[in-house]
């Protein structure tokens, strides 16, 4: 009862739709259920529903809520109805509106609602790139899902990958990576590159070790030793 009569008068006072928990949960369900329907869509458009809230709902429900509790307790305590009492309160409210408009919902909106508005879509695309970026790091890189692809390959018996454009489009399917950067380290496989630099050499080197960290990961033996094979070749070249 208490949290209610709280809600109530956070809601008479008009503190409710500046509440900043409230905001950020508000864009983030906002959000979530537009992308749900369009995996396009901007924090830019969520930001533009939530003040459209702030206008349509919260505003006009504060508004009409004002108003319509006097039109409200006159028919319950009016002897008799009498439509000047209803026609005052309706003439009252034209002009009240305006007064509101002005002096509370324009000023609450610029000086509370809207920075907090940009704070909060700042923070949360901010959260996003953070886990996109900790995906990433924990992904594997592209010379290591090919080399585990090359192994898988000869395992299955299949023996078919080649570099080529085609077999790069193929991985940048199956991976969701670059078909560009796929070619070049398909080339790096099955070239016979020689004079590498030493930095080279030494990114090639960690390359081979994501993969064998993986096969060692899932206990695949034949791979291990199909992946040893390569990296020799691949160092007396």
């Not at 739709?17 to 508000?26: A, C, H, K, V």
Request: glycine share 2%; charged share 25%; aromatic share 16%.
């Amino acid at each position: 009862m208490k949290d209610l009569m709280k809600k109530v008068g956070s809601f008479i006072t008009f503190d409710f739709p500046l509440n900043r928990d409230y905001i950020s949960e508000q864009f983030a369900a906002t959000h979530v259920l537009h992308v749900k329907r369009i995996p396009q869509w901007s924090t830019n458009a969520t930001r533009h529903k939530v003040i459209a809230n702030y206008w349509f709902v919260h505003v006009l429900s504060h508004f009409v809520f004002l108003f319509s509790l006097p039109a409200l307790l006159v028919l319950l305590y009016s002897a008799h109805f009498d439509r000047f009492y209803l026609s005052a309160v309706f003439v009252t409210s034209i002009i009240t509106f305006p007064v509101l408009l002005l002096f509370q919902y324009l000023p609450f909106y610029y000086i509370d609602f809207l920075p907090w508005l940009e704070t909060v879509k700042e923070t949360y695309e901010r959260k996003q790139l953070e886990q996109l970026e900790k995906c990433k790091r924990a992904q594997l890189s592209n010379p290591a899902l090919v080399l585990i692809y090359y192994v898988f390959d000869k395992v299955s018996g299949i023996n078919s990958l080649q570099c080529n454009d085609q077999y790069a489009a193929l991985l940048m399917k199956l991976y969701g990576v670059d078909q560009g950067s796929l070619k070049k380290k398909l080339e790096l496989i099955f070239s016979k590159q020689k004079n590498q630099t030493e930095r080279k050499i030494t990114e090639i080197r960690n390359r081979f070790q994501e993969a064998n960290d993986f096969f060692e990961e899932i206990q695949f033996k034949e791979g291990l030793r199909i992946l040893d094979v390569l990296e020799q070749k691949f160092k007396a070249h």
